[in-house]
C-alpha cells in the first residue's frame, strides 16, 4: 500500500527545537518529491516547499525559507521537517505529501495524516 | 507570489443539487491547476489535476475545467459525502499557492 505516516502529536516550548517525520512505503520514496504543507487552526493550506530524497534537494516556498529546514534519509525511507527554535506562530497541523511523477503538473496525489504541533509557554 | 481566488467562499447546497465552484488566478499558467477536497479532522485529497483530469478512484460526479486565469470544479449531482472544504492550487510558479478554500455544507 502506498502511505505516508507521519509522526505524532508535539508539545513545545517556545525556543525549544523540534524534528517531525513522514515514513514512506509502497513507492519509490528516493525519485518522488515529498512536500510540506502547513495548516494553521481554522485556516487554508499552505505550500512549505518539497525535497528530492534522492540527492537531498530542496525547493523553499520564501514564506518559509529560512525557518525550516527539509531532509530525507532514503536509507530509512523517512522525511524530515525541522525547527531550531519553534514559535508560538508555528502552532498548526503539518502534513507530508508525495508529488505525482512526471513533469506536467505536480499535484499532491498522497498525504500522511498530519503531524499537530502546539508551541506554548 | 501568484494569488489563487476561490469564490465562493462558502456554499450551501441540496442533495442532487449540481455545485460549481471558481478558481481565478492573478497570472496565467495554462492548465496547471489541482483542486483538493478536505473532510473535517482529515488530511486532504486529490481530486483533479491538470484541471480536467480526474485522479483514479475519485467519482465521477467530480470535473474539472479552465485554462488560463479561469477553472471551475463542478459536482454534478452533490453527494452527502462531499461535505467538505475544497481548495484549488496552481503547480506552475514556485512558490505553489493554494486558493483560500470553499466550504461546501448541505441545506
Known amino acids: 500500500e502506498v502511505q505516508l505516516v507521519q509522526s505524532g502529536v508535539e508539545v513545545k516550548k517556545p525556543g525549544e527545537s523540534l524534528k517531525i517525520s513522514c515514513k514512506a512505503s509502497g513507492f519509490s520514496f528516493s525519485t518522488s518529491w515529498i512536500g510540506w504543507v502547513r495548516q494553521m487552526p481554522g485556516k487554508g493550506l499552505e505550500w512549505m516547499g518539497n525535497?528530492?530524497?534522492?540527492?537531498?534537494?530542496?525547493i523553499y516556498s520564501p514564506s518559509f525559507q529560512g525557518q525550516v529546514t527539509f531532509s530525507a534519509d532514503k536509507s530509512i525511507t523517512t522525511a524530515y521537517l525541522q525547527w531550531s527554535s519553534v514559535r508560538a506562530s508555528d502552532t498548526a497541523m503539518y502534513y507530508c505529501a508525495k508529488q505525482t511523477p512526471g513533469a506536467h503538473c505536480d499535484a499532491f496525489d498522497i498525504w500522511g495524516q498530519g503531524t499537530m504541533v502546539t508551541v506554548s509557554s | 507570489d501568484i494569488q489563487m481566488t476561490q469564490s465562493p467562499s462558502s456554499l450551501s447546497a441540496s442533495i442532487g443539487d449540481r455545485v460549481t465552484i471558481t478558481c481565478r488566478a492573478s497570472q496565467t499558467f495554462g492548465d496547471y491547476l489541482n483542486w483538493y477536497q478536505q473532510k473535517p479532522g482529515k488530511a486532504p485529497k486529490l481530486l483533479i489535476y491538470a484541471a480536467v483530469s480526474l485522479e483514479s478512484g475519485v467519482p465521477s460526479r467530480f470535473s474539472g475545467s479552465g485554462s488560463g486565469t479561469e477553472f471551475t470544479l463542478t459536482i454534478s449531482s452533490l453527494q452527502p459525502e462531499d461535505i467538505a472544504t475544497y481548495y484549488c492550487q496552481q503547480s506552475y510558479y514556485t512558490p505553489r499557492t493554494f486558493g483560500q478554500g470553499t466550504k461546501l455544507e448541505i441545506k
Open positions: 525535497v528530492y530524497p534522492l540527492d537531498s534537494r530542496t
